[in-house]
């Protein structure tokens, strides 16, 4: 008898809505394991769960034979497995570039505005929580910007980064779009990041994916109007 594979998942994480996004666009069927990351100190402290992950974050991915964390390796990993649809594009140099891209996302913006960041410069460095906001708004709009200058000028981008199809960038980009919208980040400077946004969101792999569609969650979607 087949297990589905498990994806120990935080609703709000970033690095985990990359892989559910991923492993929505693939058609693979999962099991969402949660962790949550603030309630009484966090799950993902415990014994159990750091013999499983000893960097202590989420996502990590266990498809009963093999446990894969960082999200990148275990995107890439689902794109080895199954080739269709794929999320890279053919040549070398446009797997590069559209690597580089996500690597800024996921190297340069993500990990300084990380919740455990931004919880030790309250707890441990004494920053007030209207500095660790100007921390955070200052770093996500550098990131943004330099996204924005990049694909608002490259010929490769289309309706996505890359031509029409969906892929990496997209992937990345949208979860750090919802942590900047979720922080009330002006995002009108980025037209050509909020396209590609809003033309993600009209896909049933990204909505599906989003924070309001966890079994966990705890908010709602940022870019959803108000209930009436």
Known sequence: MNTKPKL????RSSAAFRVRIA???K???YEVIPVHLTKDGGAQMSESYTNQNPNRLVP???DGKHRIHQSLAIIEYLDELQAEPPLLPTAAIDRAWVR???MDITSDIHPINNLRVLRYLVKELGASNDSKDAWYQHWVKVGLASLEKQLGADARVGRFAFGNQVGLV???LVPQLFNALSAKVDVSPYPTL???FDACMQLPAFMNASWEKQVDAEGSNPIAP???
């Open 8 to 11: 120990y998942s935080y609703w």
């Open 170 to 172: 997209e992937i990345c």
């Open 226 to 228: 108000p209930q009436k």
């Open 23 to 25: 492993l929505n666009l």
């Open 27 to 29: 058609g693979m069927d």
């Open 100 to 102: 580089s891209i996500a």
């Open 60 to 62: 990590l991915f266990d």
């Open 194 to 196: 909020m396209r590609i």
